[in-house]
């Protein structure tokens, strides 16, 4: 067990106090590459940027800048201009250690680009993700991640690696720093006009991907023009992308598991099937999607004298996400029942409490399988900003800067056109579930899967009208004043204020139209078409394969026959609204001295959050809405207000040339998950007057989750572009959020009492509670000769709430390594990443495991001349499967293949 920090305010005055007292052992570093100014390097949270070409010097450049800085920060910097290391943001994060990445923003299994990133075995979400510094709003494109689990981080599908210059890992926090980040955060930092060495410069990208499972090519586009004056006073920047891409997602996946009731029939019939889970559906999964993703950034730099300057820019990014989804099943949870269904043949198996095999006789009239088709034509995510910022040099030690902006983002679906369909009816059905080895074998007896023959109306559903905005705006002025006074270099200070909203309002539950049109024959889809040849290959074998499925266009016109109606049909399930008004103050104290250095500094933050959800009532409670069709509800508003004290120290020692070490100490502070706060309240009321009911839903009495934090690390650079580093880390997470039981009151009304009374529920909701994580990260890097290096690292944690169950997002061992090769003409890199096991939540009230998953990446370069370079690189070169599984890997999940992505590319400088 991990002891618990002391109080962070006390720790940080020792820290310091420690720090005076020290004696210092060490020498001026001799670095191969110039030493940046460390007053200028982190301490006004500026990085320098530098335009730098090529592998080694990009390393060389981000070591330098790590190395300098007073906390503990990560830095990659791109290879060239439009040129990071990998074609994905987060790819080249997750070669960072303590830094992990996902590829799906929730529990909707992996696609094949990562999409969150995370820090030190927690949630993505309590990640911070910055642009320069600032937040930035983004949508989901993914409908289970726009209305379900809607939280906090960041789609990294949205930021296109060409507009980056350099990305910053905060390990430790300072006082300086926007709040939001319990793990840390990550800064994207992009280029500005006026440090561009050329008075002009144009380049492009102009190139295509090829996906291997879909069997696509599509085009790929980007372009920066950059112009400033010769005096430098004035520049301006223009990047422009449009990239498009298709994907193909093959897979099987197990939806959930439900036990069989104790005293049941089955149980009764078969004493050792009782309290046995068993799988609700087993299916065969085809996912394909066209992606789309086009935007831009603009900047315009001004120094209107030497001290006054400001700038202006914006970024817009848009990505068109059509996708359509195919699920053919069998309906374990209909055929069981929970054990009031039918039982199992002799000779089912049982293992570790999971019903693992069996086989069900052919039964009349009953509903063995079930096939769902869901077209969405036009889902899409967006991310906007524009922002001034304006710095002024009051006096020579005196100097402020302002920011003043406003972020947009929206997440849509505002077309499900879908079918179910029942098949395999009076078929019988059999399964055998293999662990996490191999797909589960099954089948729907006799049934013909490549025909819709006989295939019955099930119903039509689907959620319409989603769009889920959020914005924020903020106002922030920061001031630095070198003092000079002994040991106190410099002093900083500011305040910042954002306001902030996330909702989802006026969506549509579509459902067949009541004239029945939807389930007569005569109005079914004429034609059909079958999964891939190839679906299925990887994955295992003995399961449906060539499964028929109607066209989207077929889809849409059978649609006509659904109720859309806006009034009827309103899903308050999926509507909700969080607003949140956010003020922060600080005060830093930045510390030099001789061969150390540091910053000891306090944040005060004040959340002020407004959380708008639905719950459920009877059609007596007071204000109840009667229209919707999902039953009767009333909106709940909940208002709450919360301080947060944040105080932090970092030190850093030079104990001799090459050798550095730093400690860290602070409390950090992140808001919880929108759907957290705001989820539905669905309630079961008590069967009488005086009984407790039950429920579940979000819990908008949430406070945030908060962490005291020690970091230490040692750093030995004992050659140029080289390093071997160790950190050891605990967060002692004061406030985490995981599920728990909270009694609330609601207006009741039961069949012995018809008039309405306030009757107690126990609900099962997010809850308070607290946890801890603690690990080692170990980094070793160096070249080998002149033209060729490695890199490699490996970070160990433990992590578990205080129920001592997983945390999200905890992997107990990640790795990463890199092998590089580089001379005037060719550079070669290829790159492998492993994640272990980790929890990522619930999934219809079943446990959802990742299995352990390596990745393979690798970039080949040839430069042309210094105009006309050539890159190809490759994504998930090993085509991993992706597996997941609930309480062990006795009861899997799902599986999934997303192919190899190779990317081809001209880049033109003129």
């Given at each position: 067990m991990n002891k618990n920090l002391t109080p962070i305010a006390s720790a940080v005055a020792l820290l310091v106090m420690a720090a005076a007292a020290m004696p210092v052992y060490a020498q001026q570093a001799d670095d191969a590459a110039p030493k940046a100014d460390s007053k200028s390097a982190d301490k006004s949270g500026q990085i320098e940027q530098v335009t730098i070409s090529g592998i080694r010097g990009s390393l060389q450049k981000s070591l330098t800048q790590k190395r300098n800085a007073d906390s503990h920060v990560e830095v990659i910097t791109a290879e060239d201009i439009g040129k990071m290391p990998d074609k994905n943001v987060a790819d080249s994060l997750s070669r960072v250690p303590g830094v992990t990445i996902g590829n799906a923003g929730a529990t909707e299994g992996g696609f094949d680009e990562a999409d969150r990133v995370s820090m030190r075995g927690t949630s993505p979400s309590l990640t911070q993700t910055l642009i320069n510094g600032h937040n930035v709003a983004s949508g989901d494109w993914f409908v289970l991640d726009q209305s379900g689990q809607v939280g906090r981080s960041v789609s990294y599908t949205m930021l296109p690696s060409e507009l980056v210059g350099s990305v910053v890992v905060h390990k430790s926090s300072e006082a300086s720093l926007v709040e939001g980040g319990v793990a840390g955060?990550?800064?994207?930092?992009?280029?500005?006009?006026?440090?561009?060495?050329?008075?002009?410069?144009?380049?492009?990208?102009?190139?295509?991907?090829?996906?291997?499972?879909?069997?696509?090519?599509?085009?790929?586009?980007?372009?920066?023009i950059n112009w400033k004056n010769e005096a430098n006073t004035f520049g301006i920047l223009v990047q422009a992308f449009s990239e498009e891409r298709h994907l193909e997602r093959q897979g099987q996946e197990i939806l959930g598991y439900t036990q069989i009731a104790a005293g049941s029939k089955i149980a009764t019939a078969h004493p050792d099937l009782a309290g046995v889970y068993a799988p609700n559906l087993i299916n065969s999964a085809l996912f394909e999607q066209q992606r789309k993703r086009t935007g831009g950034l603009i900047d315009a730099q001004f120094k209107v004298s030497n001290d006054f300057s400001f700038d202006i820019n914006g970024f817009t990014s848009e990505m068109k996400a059509a996708n359509y989804n195919r699920s053919y099943e069998f309906?374990?949870?209909?055929?069981?029942?929970?054990?009031?269904?039918?039982?199992?043949?002799?000779?089912?198996?049982?293992k570790n409490n999971t019903l693992t095999s069996a086989t069900f006789a052919p039964v009349a009239g009953t509903n063995y399988g079930v096939y769902d088709q869901i077209s969405r034509p036009d889902e899409s995510a967006s991310s906007n900003f524009v922002e001034l910022g304006t710095k002024w040099r009051a006096s020579d030690s005196l100097t402020f800067t302002t920011k003043l902006g406003t972020s947009t983002g929206e997440g849509k679906t505002p077309t499900q056109n879908v079918a179910e369909w029942n098949v395999g009816v009076g078929a019988g059905a059999?399964?055998?579930?293999?662990?996490?080895?191999?797909?589960?074998?099954?089948?729907?007896?006799?049934?013909?899967?490549?025909?819709?023959?006989?295939?019955?109306?099930?119903?039509?559903f689907g959620d319409q009208n989603i769009d889920v905005k959020d914005k924020e705006n903020w106002a922030q002025i920061d001031g630095e004043y070198t003092a000079g006074w002994g040991a106190l270099s410099s002093v900083q200070f500011g305040a910042r204020y954002n306001d902030h909203k996330r909702s989802s309002d006026g969506v549509i539950g579509q459902g067949p139209a009541a004239d029945g049109s939807a389930a007569n024959p005569a109005n079914f889809p004429q034609?059909?078409?079958?999964?891939?040849?190839?679906?299925?290959?990887?994955?295992?074998?003995?399961?449906?394969?060539?499964?028929?499925?109607?066209?989207?266009?077929?889809?849409?016109?059978?649609?006509?026959?659904?109720?859309?109606?806006?009034?009827?049909?309103?899903?308050?399930?999926?509507?909700?609204?969080?607003?949140?008004?956010?003020?922060?103050?600080?005060?830093?104290?930045?510390l030099e001295g001789n061969h150390w250095s540091g910053n000891v500094g306090l944040r005060v933050v004040q959340t002020q959050e407004n959380v708008l959800s639905n719950v459920a009532a009877p059609a007596t409670a007071p204000g109840a809405i009667l229209t919707s069709a999902f039953g009767p509800f009333v909106r709940q508003q909940d208002k709450n207000t919360y301080v947060d004290v944040l105080p932090s120290a970092n030190l850093k020692f030079e104990l001799s040339k090459d050798l550095i070490a730093r400690f860290a100490l602070s409390k950090t502070m992140t808001r919880p998950d929108y759907s957290a706060l705001a989820g539905q309240v669905s309630l079961s009321p008590p069967a009488q007057f005086g009984s407790i009911g039950s429920g579940s839903g979000g819990n908008p009495d949430l406070k945030p989750i908060t962490s005291n934090n020690f970091d230490t690390s040692l750093e030995w650079y004992f050659a140029p572009r080289s390093l071997v580093s160790a950190s050891v880390f605990n967060m002692n997470l004061t406030s985490y959020v995981g599920l728990g039981s909270v009694t609330r009151s609601y207006v009741t009304s039961t069949p012995d009492h018809p008039a309405n009374y306030m009757a107690d529920y126990v609900l099962t909701v997010p809850v308070n509670t607290s946890g801890t994580v603690t690990g080692i990260e170990l980094a070793y890097e160096m070249p080998l000769g002149k033209n060729f290096g490695f890199a490699t690292n490996a970070t160990f944690i433990n992590a578990y709430d205080a129920a001592n169950g997983p945390l999200v997002g905890a992997s107990k061992r990640t790795a990463n390594l890199t092998a590089y090769f580089e001379d005037e003409r060719f550079n070669a890199r290829i790159s492998y990443n492993y994640r272990s096991s980790f929890y990522s939540g619930l999934d219809r009230s079943t446990a959802f495991y990742q299995a352990g998953v390596g990745t393979l990446a690798m970039s080949l370069g040839f430069k042309y001349s210094e105009q006309l370079a050539f890159s190809l690189d490759a994504q998930n070169l090993n085509n991993p499967t992706l597996k997941y599984y609930a309480q062990s890997e006795d009861q899997p999940r799902a599986f999934y293949k997303n192919g190899r992505q190779f990317y081809l590319n001209a880049h033109l400088k003129f």
């Open positions: 955060s990550v800064d994207i930092i992009t280029r500005k006009p006026l440090e561009f060495k050329k008075q002009f410069t144009a380049e492009a990208t102009i190139g295509a991907v090829y996906a291997d499972l879909p069997g696509k090519t599509d085009p790929q586009m980007s372009a920066l309906w374990g949870a209909q055929v069981i029942n929970a054990g009031a269904g039918q039982s199992p043949n002799p000779g089912y198996t049982v059999g399964y055998q579930l293999n662990g996490t080895g191999t797909a589960a074998n099954w089948n729907l007896g006799a049934t013909n899967n490549s025909s819709p023959a006989g295939a019955q109306f099930g119903w039509i034609g059909y078409q079958n999964f891939p040849s190839n679906f299925g290959s990887g994955l295992g074998s003995g399961f449906p394969t060539n499964v028929w499925y109607y066209t989207p266009g077929q889809l849409a016109a059978y649609n006509a026959f659904t109720n859309r109606d806006p009034v009827s049909r309103e899903d308050w399930n999926s509507e909700f609204s969080v607003k949140e008004k956010n003020t922060a103050g600080y005060l830093q104290g930045n």
